[in-house]
């Protein structure tokens, strides 16, 4: 599955994989549960591939740290997250050695970790997988192979006009407008 449908939401614990649009936000459904659930527009929501992480030269997108990891470990599960911090840190820095010790906490790397982990046990995470995608979006940006999908629109259906009747003309026809429910004429 590819990182760009792989959800963090804020206030829940875990991954999540985009499902569906609602009107006022998204529907997603928890990668180790199946529970689906609304996510409204107030909450913030990251897509794994937009995350990086900061190394001494630049940032490393998520998905090349996961690949790393892969490799590290065949395929397997890393390090437990829970294990103890100066673990995790030694662990993240035999897969990431030049990442920036002033701005990755511990905090983040277990995350990572934790991310990592989820994602090989629910079987959700394949980097040979990823690669076909990215070719896939060069060639969209290169407009090679495939068109640019097409935006279904909707069209609202027009107000019903509603004929009101023609005014009358009182002069021509003699009669007095009719009287008002619950009020009294004056002068009669």
Known sequence: MALDQ????????????LVGQMKNGIIVEGIADKKRFPVHGAT????????????????????????????????????????????????????????????????????????????????????????????????DKKGDEKPAAKKKTTKKAAPKKVAKPAPQNKASSGASSPRKAGGAQRGS
């Open 6 to 17: 792989i959800l963090s939401v804020s206030g829940k614990s875990g991954l999540f994989k």
């Open 44 to 139: 913030k929501v990251s897509a794994l591939e937009e995350i990086s992480i900061y190394t001494n030269d630049a940032e490393m997108p998520l998905n090349d740290v996961f690949k790393k990891i892969y490799e590290k470990e065949n395929g397997k599960q890393a390090i437990d997250s829970k294990a103890h911090k100066a673990e995790i840190k030694a662990y993240f820095e035999s897969v990431l050695p030049d990442y920036d010790q002033e701005r990755v906490y511990v905090s983040d790397m277990i995350k990572v970790i934790k991310w990592y982990n989820t994602l090989i046990e629910f079987d959700s995470y394949d980097p040979t997988e990823e690669g076909e995608n990215e070719g896939e979006k060069e060639a």
